[in-house]
């Protein structure tokens, strides 16, 4: 769990940044930094079913490669858009993490079991856009899943992947779980531990964050959306000035 005034400082540097006026070559994260900072608190969101467009888009965005890894297969278009359609936001728990954009730049989906048996089970699976990568985010993602899994009952955590995908074998492992591997697939489960009142607070102190932080991004691009308006509008004025003049 990250100390207060580690929480104060990350949201203040967070704050700052959304004051910056978003560029043609800015990706639009506001976790992209050149420079030491404190320490990233990572706003990661519990997206329901009014976000379906969003997470369709991100989704969508992925190259070939990146939909083999992230489903196991090819995915086309179609099979991405009837994936979203099908989404149980009722049952299952989708997080997102945002840029400065608003654009969803990484998910996570923490599937429960759909029988009552197997109700102390979940899977996960994450999806990170290539400009995304290299911050943690599906580090900090499963983390953020692990966590809300714990405090709703689960008591294992299944990651079904390629062998190939490294990167998320990589997490599976860091968090300590088991890794079995078969051929071109590989099967991992993390035993959870129960809840306990810092996990129940840390979930409520993430979402409070993140819902914070999304508020302060949509602001800030409505403002600076509505500068880029006026100055379309002062240039048009100019032009026709000076065609007047002529």
């Not at 990250?2 to 967070?14: E, F, N, Q, V, Y």
């Not at 700052?16 to 050149?34: M, N, Q, Y």
């Not at 590989?186 to 964050?209: G, K, M, T």
Request: proline share 4%; hydrophobic share 45%; aromatic share 8%.
């Amino acid at each position: 769990m990250i100390p207060t005034k580690d929480w104060l400082r990350a949201s203040w540097g967070a704050g700052i940044d959304l004051l910056r006026p978003v560029s043609d070559r800015d990706t639009g994260d506001a976790l992209s930094h050149h420079t030491p900072r404190a320490p990233v608190v990572v706003p990661i969101r519990s997206l329901g079913a009014t976000y379906r467009d969003r997470i369709a888009a991100h989704l969508l965005a992925l190259p070939p490669a990146d939909r083999y890894l992230r489903f196991g297969y090819a995915a086309n278009d179609d099979q991405i858009r009837r994936y979203v359609a099908q989404l149980d936001f009722a049952r299952d728990e989708i997080f997102g993490v945002y840029n400065r954009r608003l654009e969803l730049v990484a998910m996570a989906h923490l599937a429960f079991a759909e029988r009552p048996e197997h109700s102390q089970c979940a899977e996960f699976g994450v999806s990170v856009l290539g400009k995304a990568r290299g911050r943690g985010l599906g580090a900090r993602l499963f983390d953020r899943a692990i966590m809300h899994a714990r405090n709703e009952g689960v008591h294992m955590v299944f990651i079904h992947a390629l062998s190939e995908n490294t990167a998320m074998l990589k997490i599976a492992r860091n968090a300590g779980a088991t890794v079995e591997r078969d051929g071109s697939e590989s099967e991992a489960y993390l035993a959870l531990p129960p809840a306990n009142l810092d996990s129940r607070v840390s979930e409520i102190v993430e979402q409070q964050w993140a819902e914070m932080d999304y508020r302060l991004k949509k602001q800030a691009k409505q403002f600076w959306d509505f500068l880029a308006g006026v100055q379309e509008v002062r240039q048009g004025v100019r032009a026709a000035r000076h065609q007047s003049a002529e």
